[in-house]
Structures are given as C-alpha cells and as structure tokens.
C-alpha cells in the first residue's frame, strides 16, 4: 500500500498542469487525453488502459446515441409530416416547405398544402416534440429530487395540478391576457402545478419520511380529486365534455404555432433551470444527507429543482391538458442503455421524450377510422402503464428509504 | 482544530447529544466509541453540519460550522457513511467523482486535475477495475470501498467515519485502516464511529466513549481502555490482554457475564 500512487504520480502533475475541461456531454467519461504515455508494467498500467478504453467507448455510446435520436427526430418530424387526413405526396410536402421558406417558387404547387403542411401538421408535431421533451426532462427531475423510480409529473399529480389551475384561470376570465407577451395560462398552471405538489409532499409523508409508494398514492389522491374539480369547473362553465377530455386526457387537436409561442419561453426557462443543476441532480440521488457532506445547498438547489420540473409540466399542460407516463418511461429507457448520470440522461431523454410523443400524437390521430381523434394521453397510457406495473414489481436495488 | 461546546442535538422530541464537550487537535486519530443509541452518529452529523444545532457551538478551524457554506465544509471535511443506497445505476468512478464537486465552479465540468485525484483515490482503495461497472451491480463492501474513495476525493483535512468498515470483511477492514493511517501521518485529521473495539485499539490513539448523550470518558487508548471502564461503560463483562504483536491493548468478551465487574 504504501507504494500505491507510484504508477499514477508521473501522469498526476501532467494532468494538474493542464487546465483544460472536459467538454460537457458524457459527464467525466470523455477523457481520451489521461492515456499513458509510458505504460509500466504490470496490471495497474493495464487496468488503466482498459479504463482508457471503456470511458472513450461510453463517451462513443453517448454520442451515437446522441446522434441516433436526433437523426430520427429530425426523420420522425418528417415522416410525421406526411401523415394526415389530406393526402399529399411526399415530393409536395418538400416543395410546400421550401415554397413557404421563401426558397422556391412554384405556381403548380396547390395553395392549401403549404398550409396543411406548415401550419396544420408542422406545427402539431413541433409542439407534441416540445410537450414530450419537457414532461421527460421533468420526469427524471422528479425521480432524481425524489429517490423515486415511479415519480412522473403525472403520477405525482403535478400535471393535474397544472391543468387545475389552467382551468381555474380559464373559469374566472383572466385565463387568456398576456403578462408582458407572454401567455398568463402556463403561469396559472404553474401555480396549481406548486399547490398540488406541496399537497402530495405533506400527504405522502409518514413520520418525516416521503415513501415513495406513499408518495405515489398521495399523487393519485390529489390527482383524482382535481380531475373532480376539472370536471366540476368544465361543466359550471357549460363547456362541452371534449374540454373535460382534453384537460383530463391531452390532447394536441387543432393546436398551432401561437401554442408553441405561447409554452416555449416557460420550457426553456425550465430546461435552463434544470440544465444548470443537473449534476447537483446527480447527488441529490444519493439522499439530502450525502448531498449535503458532499457541499451541495440541498434546500436552493432542491427548490429550483423543482420549479423547473413544475414549470416544464405546468407550460405543457397548458397546451396539451395531462399527459401521463413519458416523463416516467423515458428516463428509465435511457437509464439502462447509458447510466444513471444525469447530465447525459437529461439531453437523450428529451430527445427520446420528443420523439416518443411525437408518435404518440401520429398514433392519436390516425388509430381511430372516420376523422376522429383519440386523446394522445390514452396512448400513451396504453403504451406506459404496463410499464409502469413493471416497476411497481421490481425492487431492485434494495429497499430504498 | 474542532472545538465543541455544550452541543445539544436532536430529532423531534428527542435529544440525542445532552451537552458535548470536546477538543479535537489537527492530525489526530480518534475513535468515538459506547454503546447503540448513545449519541456517535448524530454527533458525526452534527460536526459535519448536516443536521441543525440546537445548542452549544461547533467550530472548525475558529468558525462556526453553522454559518458556513455548503462547499466550504465539504471541502474541509469528507464523510463516511455506514451504508448507502442507491436508486440509480451511477458508474463507480462517477461515484468516486461526485467527491470533487465541492471543487467545481458552478457550469464547469471535472478538470484533469479531479479526474487525477479520483483515479489515484481509488488506486489507493483498491478499486480501478470497479470504475465502469455501476454502483447498483457491485458487492456491498465494493460499493463501501467506493464511498471511502469519494471521501478521499475530497481531499478533506478532518476525515469523518461513520461505521465505515462494518461491512467489510477482516482483510479489506486493516487494508482501509492501514489506509487511514497513513494518511493521519500525512496530516490528516479522523473521527471514527466505531463499533468493533479492538480495531478502535489497533488504530486510535485518542478513545472518546458516548452514552445517552453524553462523554462519559475520553483519553490516550493506552490509558482508558482497561476492564474497568470497558465493562462499566458496555455493561458486560470485558477483559482486556496485549496484542501478540503489536502490544496495544484488545478486548475479549466473557460469554454469560454478569455486567461491570468490580476494581
């Protein structure tokens, strides 16, 4: 032992003397440049080199995978683009486009399918890929703050919250003003997004402790009685009973660009939030007391933590009513393909969760024969809920408090 | 280096430390001792700063730990945990890296600098061929042996070890503690909750024994650790002989005792 260092000193001043960071992407692992120079002998220089090798191959993993999701979501855009009632050929849908970017003129193309294409279908599918990657980025942020694998802005009742109180804002009038141009509907959300969050903290904690079944339950409890209240609230206001279905159950139906507008600026205060504290997240796992030894202001961090979650939940709830399960299946998908580090976990979930609801979305709108449209939060239920059943039975890792 | 005035801690109700006094000097190798529920943990807790005073002051290095910053204390001082849990399948040596944030400027990403450190740590544990496998896979002494790491990564003065070796087998247990010393001669600064008294005698020289809140007895092993006080203090019937070889004192344990012996 006391000649432990001896292999790593020479290379440990190399390294001090050079200041450069690791890029951001693959948390520490991207190291390419620690190779060793002079490999002694024997199974410490292996042992290194081999460390060399995994942390170059996961940092390869990342970044293909990186650029696998991207790639099909830019496909998946696409394709989806094509899918609708109005049938228009490929060729046309390329040409649409360029036609109303201004980079082609072309007097045969019919006048309406620019419009189908850009402002009926591009934009849906613009929004279901922003609602998808916010509710994953909330989903992780919620399992990583709250030690609990079956957390999801919807299991927690946060998402109904959130429609609570778009719903409520709607009720008493002021639902549709504008704050300084920007909409007044996701702040509304974002306050019944809060209450119902703090409701199910208080509720799910027996004796100081937040069990995360209990906490479950006490997101269903509230959950419930808000969609009540949804319901409640939807019909004082003579409203029809598709409006119930699209708070309750989501929907992207006759959705536009002004509703991309409108949930952008609040996602994007919410990813930045989030993004800055990621790795914070990473120890915030580990449990308030470790976090704590290890220098982390738990109370701050957790508190902002949060906000983003619930303001990445409350603007997608504003456009698109409750959507459950993306933001508990998505994480856990990447989580078993890449690891548990949240800084990676955060950018392939969003892009997996864009991606996942965006077909969700395709699914909603073409399963049903005759023109009707199903709730996209019936989709996903159907797809997530078994999934959900799984993790509900599988106990892996201990018990955890 | 640490000085403590009647602390008094708790959860709820329940007072835990009754009025703790106590001196810690820089480069000591102390370990906390007593019987469960006596107070070792929280009092670990308390001087980390992790869980809030309620009266009495901890200071370290002249300043009051409870209007320190976060990342200050961390730097300053590593904890080790008796057992962790872990919910998601982290890589050991993102674990062992997790030991340099209290380095990290708020946006930036580990230097080389703390990827040195952290590979260096856990040479020094033992652990290189864990640092891709992940947390939720490896033994229970594996992932232990992580966690010292991580408290080695942050190159702390005050070192603070909670049961750290409870779960780990006899080999690995001196090979920590050979560990620990050498870094105490380096310089460093150890607290070490302990529960198996005669590695406590084999590795500290300064014994501090809780109960029910309290220090009941504090001096150089050589001094304090005989029967009499061993058997008065764990209320059963302790005899303490020489090591064979090292000579320090070990503690054997008479089955079917009837409690403290009489001087």
Known sequence: ?401 | MIEIDSLHCGYGDREVLKGIDLRLDAGEMTGILGPNGGGKSTLLLAIAGVIPVRSGSIRLGGKEIARTEARWKARRMASVPQRSTYLFPFRCLSVVLMGRYPYLRSWGDYSRRDMGVALEVMDQTDILPLAQRRITEVSGGESQMVIIARALAQEAEVLLLDEATSSLDVARKIQVFDLLREKNRQGMTLLCVMHDLNLAALYCRRLVFLKEGKVVLDGPTSEVFNDYNLSRIYEADIRVSRHPVTGVPQAHFVPGGNGPVDP
């Open chain 1, 1 to 401: 032992m006391s000649c432990y260092c001896s292999y790593l000193s020479p290379i440990i001043p190399l390294l001090a003397n050079n200041g450069d960071k690791f890029p951001m992407g693959a948390s520490i692992l991207k190291d390419r440049s620690i190779a060793i120079r002079e490999r002694p002998e024997g199974t410490c220089g292996l042992i290194m080199a081999q460390i060399q090798k995994q942390v170059a191959l996961t940092c390869k993993r990342f970044a293909l995978l990186m650029a696998l999701l991207s790639a099909s979501l830019a496909l998946s855009a696409f394709f989806a683009g094509l899918i609708g009632r109005v049938e228009i050929p490929p060729s046309e849908v390329v040409r649409s486009i360029l036609t109303e970017l201004g980079l082609m003129k072309d007097p045969s193309l019919n006048d309406a399918w620019p419009v189908v294409v850009l402002h009926i279908r591009l934009s849906r599918i613009c929004l279901s890929m922003f609602v998808g990657m916010a509710l994953a980025v909330a989903g992780a942020t919620f399992q990583g703050i709250f030690r609990n694998p079956l957390a999801d802005p919807f299991t927690i009742g946060v998402s109904t919250g959130a429609a609570f109180g778009a719903s409520l804002a709607l009720f008493l009038g002021f639902g549709h003003h504008a704050l300084f141009g920007l909409g007044f509907l996701p702040l509304a959300s974002l306050a019944g997004a809060l209450l119902a969050l703090s409701a199910v903290v208080a509720l799910g904690r027996i004796n100081g402790r937040l069990r995360r079944e209990t906490m479950v339950l006490a997101g269903i409890v509230v959950a419930t009685s808000l969609s009540a209240l949804i319901s409640l609230i939807k019909s004082l206001d003579e409203e029809s009973v598709s409006s119930i279905v699209f708070w309750v159950m989501g929907s992207f139906q006759g959705r536009g660009w002004s509703h991309v507008g409108f949930a952008l600026p609040y996602m994007t205060a919410g990813w930045i939030l989030i993004g800055i504290h990621a790795r914070e997240l990473d120890l915030l796992s580990l449990g308030d007391i470790q976090a704590k030894q290890l220098g982390v202001d738990v109370d701050r961090v957790r508190l902002r933590l949060l906000i983003g979650a619930s303001l990445l939940t409350a603007a997608a709830v504003s456009v698109s009513g409750v959507i459950g399960f993306v933001g508990l299946v998505v994480p856990h998908l990447i989580r078993l393909t890449l690891g548990a580090e949240h800084r990676p976990l955060l950018i392939l979930s969003a892009l997996l969760g864009g991606m996942a609801l965006l077909w969700s979305d395709v699914a909603a709108r073409i399963l049903l024969p005759g023109g009707e449209e199903l709730p996209v939060g019936v989709v996903t239920a159907l797809l997530g809920g078994p999934f959900f059943c799984l993790l509900l039975r599988t106990r892996k890792g201990g018990e955890i408090p």
